[in-house]
């Protein structure tokens, strides 16, 4: 049995799921082949991931093909409320609701496991690590499961280093239908949208500083210059990142450096105390602070509150904190990631190929049961092309070919 805030609000989730259907179609090709092979049939499927529409028809399809599915949210601030009713409404049981408590929170990441999953698709790596914190007793063996994020990944790594991955897991992040544009074109558009739906303040003219520029920060950057920001400027620890920045027009500084410039600050790094005290000090009056990582923890708000006199909600998913220097600034959806937190994620074509990916994972998965180790496995190239194709496709784009002359020479 479902537990939703509200199953009222099912017809206006239900729209939402419909209307990103449309834009998906390589996820709906790669649900028809699910279905016709029957390889999900009968098997129980735990997701932890950022519930809204685009997430619910992936949930949808996998329940097409045959699985009974147990969905969470993967944040406290991204469940959207109404597709959440829509889809328990559509025979997926759901356990979510936007704005819970932490112990809320974790509470509906074990009615799913309780529910004993034989495969999971995790988004941060919060289900793997509730199934770790099990007593023994308790576990049960899974065929395996896919991460979608840099962070999950992170975290997935660290544990089959010490040895302690329970089951294979495959990375949906590092594959190239997914970092490529989900990454880059997906969080670029998606921050953006969440900012200027949250704050409806002009970012033209303005100075945006980009915390990180792995494929999200360049995103988020590229974007923030199409915008038609005065400057922008990137913060980094990898020189060859730095580099990079630099060549593509952008300023390299340190965040110390860059605290007194910025009237948008945005964090994509994966990393904690990205921006603390010494550089709130520094900042403008009533800047702009916004984290795009999946964890709040970039932007120290711990920091932020013990140096204000007060704080407040100056509008929807806006806190404002007052300082003693008489400056205020400006944190959007607490800290958490702010294309979700405060929009509406990713463009469903985006999210299309990262999807489908999901489902030819969780296929693999099950094919080459018994044939895996507990590690973390690459997505084959021969699958991220596949998706690749049916994408092209859909978008009525040809490619040239190799001639077989050409391709002996290329040696294929």
Known sequence: ???????????????????????????????????????????KIGMSIHLEAKTAYLALIL????????ITGCNPLSTQDDVAAGLASLGVNVYAARGISPDKYLEYQRKVLDNQPDLIIDDGGDLLETYCAMPEAQKWQLYGGCEETTTGIIRLKQREKNGTLPFPMMDINDAHCKHFFDNRFGTGQSVWDGIMHTTNVLV???TVVVAGYGYCGEGIAMRAKGLGAKRVIVTE?????????????????????AAPLGDYFITATG????????????????????????????????DLATMSYASEERRE???GYYLENGHTLNVLAEGRLVNLAAGNGHPAEIMDMSFSLQGLGLKCLVEKCGMLENKVYNIPQEMDSYVANIKLAAMGIHLDKLTDEQAAYLSF
């Open 271 to 302: 990393c904690k105390d990205v921006i603390t005290s010494e550089h709130f000090v520094l900042m403008k009056d009533n800047a702009f602070l916004a984290n795009s990582g999946h964890f709040d923890v970039e932007i120290n708000l711990h």
């Open 1 to 43: 049995m479902s537990n939703i805030l509200d199953p009222s609000l099912a017809p206006m989730g239900k729209e939402k799921i419909e209307w990103v259907k449309d834009r998906m179609p390589v996820l709906t090709r790669i649900g028809q082949e699910l279905a016709s092979d029957k390889i999900l049939r009968g098997l």
């Open 204 to 206: 033209a003219g303005k």
């Open 237 to 257: 620890i990898d020189p060859i990142k730095a580099i990079k920045a630099s060549l593509d027009g952008f300023e390299v500084m340190t965040m110390t450096e």
């Open 317 to 319: 998913n806006i806190t």
């Open 63 to 70: 329940k097409e093909a045959g699985a009974r599915v147990y």
